[in-house]
């Protein structure tokens, strides 16, 4: 009986001791030793390289003054485009300061309408048109700069006109019927002493290919044409000559420092208090495009094919004649401010009903 007990004894001893054990088992597996369970844990994340930090703050900070923009740009088709062809080209490259869209126009129209719905940020565009929009938009327009001055001028088929005087009961074709052809030459005229009513004979074509003809089929015709029209008749047809250039006639009567100014650069003023430094920017890049279109003539004439503007052939030979510049600053608002009041003495709806005021201007 006594050898049944311990029997017995021994088995459920035995039987405990394999469950204690199988319970420790259990609990080492479900909660592991706290030096495991850290070694579980994740390692530390690297902290991000310097160009990583700058990639996320440039996505995070768009305004970032060294990150690029996006300006869109309108011109109108010819002289007032020839300017920035350098700058198209470099950004076609993508070595401007900025990321720049061209537009350029064949209708002044169509700039307009755009800076007006703010579908163009900067523009160039005629003189008496850039003051039209600042009165028709009450100030949000601001002109930066003169990018063309003169391009217009007298031809003829003959050798009569020597003088402005010349022109006194001489019939004289022209296009630009209320703009500026038409006021500039009146300003011109009455100048001299000749009233355009009385004294000349003007008639007005809708397109210069009106007047290239007319210079063609006679051997006295007398004519206004802005470049680079003149230069396409004078390849097509060699009896015409330049008889006057319209700036230098207007300077030598001018007492008021004004100009024959054609075209000029705008920017919508609240893109330029948004983003000045990119707009100087680009002024400085203009700068330097017009400066290389007036010394690297050929390179710069086969730009200007290249964009669309005109043919080289024609460009070549026009630059030099189109007075392309980039005059800014306290110059620039004396050339326009006298054109301006020339244009709005004959005609005030030529600017826009009034004289814009000196907000008009930006004087960096």
Same mark, same amino acid.
Request: proline share 0%; no cysteine; charged share 30%.
């Given at each position: 009986?006594?050898?049944?007990?311990?029997l017995l004894l021994l088995t459920l001893s035995l039987f405990l001791l394999t469950g204690c054990n199988k319970k420790a088992t259990e609990e080492s597996t479900v909660n592991p030793t706290p030096e495991v369970a850290?070694?579980?844990?994740p390692t530390d994340i690297p902290a991000p390289t310097e160009s990583a930090n700058e990639d996320t703050q440039e996505d995070l900070n768009p305004a970032d003054p060294t990150q690029k923009i996006d300006i869109r740009i309108a011109a109108l088709k010819g002289p007032t485009a020839i300017?920035?062809?350098q700058v198209m080209d470099n950004a076609a490259k993508e070595e401007t300061a900025n990321n720049y869209t061209f537009t350029i126009a064949g209708a002044a129209d169509e700039i307009s309408a755009g800076l007006i719905k703010g579908d163009f940020d900067i523009a160039a565009l005629p003189c008496n048109l850039a003051s039209v929009l600042y009165n028709k938009t009450e100030g949000k327009l601001v002109m930066a700069g003169i990018n063309t001055l003169n391009v217009l001028y007298i031809v003829e088929t003959g050798n009569s006109i020597q003088t402005v005087e010349d022109l006194k009961g001489k019939t004289i074709y022209s296009t630009g019927f209320g703009t500026t052809p038409q006021y500039t030459l009146n300003y011109l005229l009455n100048a001299y002493g000749i009233d355009p009513e009385k004294d000349v004979t003007i008639e007005y074509k809708t397109e210069a290919t009106e007047v290239a003809a007319l210079l063609s089929e006679a051997t006295d015709a007398i004519a206004l044409l802005p470049q680079p029209f003149v230069t396409t008749v004078m390849m097509n047809n060699d009896k015409v000559r330049v008889?006057?250039? $319209?700036?230098?006639?207007?300077?030598a009567v001018s007492t008021d420092g004004s100009s024959v100014v054609t075209g000029v650069v705008v920017v919508r003023k609240e893109f330029l208090e948004n983003n000045g430094e990119a707009f100087d920017a680009f002024l400085s890049e203009y700068a330097a495009s017009a400066s290389y279109v007036n010394t690297e003539t050929e390179a710069a004439a086969m730009l200007v094919e290249q964009f669309d503007i005109v043919k080289a052939a024609v460009a070549k030979q026009a630059i030099p004649f189109c007075n392309i510049s980039l005059i800014q600053g306290d110059e620039m608002k004396?050339? $326009?401010n006298g054109y301006l009041t020339a244009l709005y003495n004959q005609n005030p709806q030529a600017v826009g009903g009034k004289l814009p005021a000196d907000d008009f201007y930006y004087l960096p």
């Open positions: 009986m006594k050898k049944l007990n311990v850290q070694a579980a844990q300017g920035m062809v008889a006057l250039d $319209v700036a230098k006639e207007w300077d004396e050339k $326009v």
